[in-house]
């Protein structure tokens, strides 16, 4: 079994920085830590980031230039390293993984998800 754990929200000033952090845990044949989502109130999840273990990103046209994700492959981590937030990036985010079990099954594993607030 697979746990994602987010770590790293919190409330920030708009233009402050915040970093997630996601990491992995658990037993399986793979685990491939994936990338972010966030979900406002009223509206639906949505990728924020993605990563692949090549390298390769992929972002949402909302936060071009603002964020980075990266991942420690070692650690089976990704982070999100977010910059001049606003109050439009408050959102629960979630870190998404694909699995395979121990039983050699694909599972698609979600955090719990943090909480990023951006208000004055």
């Known amino acids: 079994q697979v746990q994602l754990v987010e770590s790293g929200g919190g409330s920030v000033l708009p233009g402050g920085s915040l970093r997630l952090s996601c990491a992995a845990s658990g037993s399986a044949a793979s685990i491939n830590v994936m990338g972010w989502y966030r979900q406002a109130p009223g509206k639906q999840r949505e990728l924020v980031a993605a990563?692949?273990?090549?390298?390769?990103?992929n972002y949402a046209d909302s936060v071009k230039g603002r964020f980075t994700i990266s991942r420690d492959n070692a650690k089976n981590t990704i982070y999100l390293q977010m910059n001049s937030l606003t109050p439009e990036d408050t959102a629960v985010y979630f870190c998404?993984?694909?699995?395979?079990?121990?039983?050699?099954?694909?599972?698609?594993?979600w955090g719990q998800g943090t909480l990023v607030t951006v208000s004055s």
């Open positions: 990563i692949s273990s090549g390298g390769p990103t």
């Open positions: 998404q993984a694909n699995t395979i079990t121990t039983n050699y099954k694909f599972l698609e594993v």
